[in-house]
């Protein structure tokens, strides 16, 4: 696991760091070829996710989000957006390319440990598919997260 990702774990919400690291960890080593995970999105402020907001409405660029600050499960630290990383020097996006050559694309691979660990998938929306996504089932209920307490930056579920 790199250190970027590493990072980006530790900033997720602590309820979900050593899953994280478990779910990181498993697709690394499935995925026995050329391709490793990134993360590339984890917790995101209010601020950063009205920046992402702004793209394609008011700033230049392709929208990218429907959620405005606070209304992302980004902003709570129970998702997570992913690459895979090709020998360590250029990042893929690409959900069908096999870079282990085991006949199952590597983006599915990884999409299947992350729903084993109950994370749900992005590319498994009706609308606005977002296939770098996933966020903790049961976790992945902005309105009902900004209800909570929060404490240290992090909401408390208990």
């Known amino acids: 696991m790199d250190t970027i990702t590493q990072k980006r774990i530790e900033q997720l919400h602590p309820m979900v760091r050593e899953e994280m690291k478990k779910i990181i960890t498993e697709c690394n080593t499935v995925l026995t070829g050329k391709a490793k995970v ?21 700033s230049p660029g392709a929208k990218v989000t429907n959620a405005k600050g606070g209304q992302s499960v980004h902003n709570y630290g129970f998702a997570v957006d ?18 282990d050559n085991d006949k199952i694309a590597d983006w599915l691979e990884c999409v299947a440990i992350f729903n084993k660990y109950g994370w749900d998938w992005g590319g498994n929306w009706k609308k606005f598919k977002d296939y770098p996504h996933f966020e903790k089932r049961g976790f992945n209920d902005w309105r009902k997260l900004s209800k909570l307490k929060q404490v240290n930056g992090y909401i408390v579920t208990k």
Do not use: H
């Open 38 to 58: 990134r993360i590339t999105q984890g917790l995101r402020t209010f601020e950063e996710q009205n920046a992402l907001y702004a793209k394609g409405r008011t």
């Open 82 to 99: 992913i690459c895979l990383f090709i020998e360590n020097k250029e990042v893929s996006w690409d959900i069908a390319k096999d870079w």
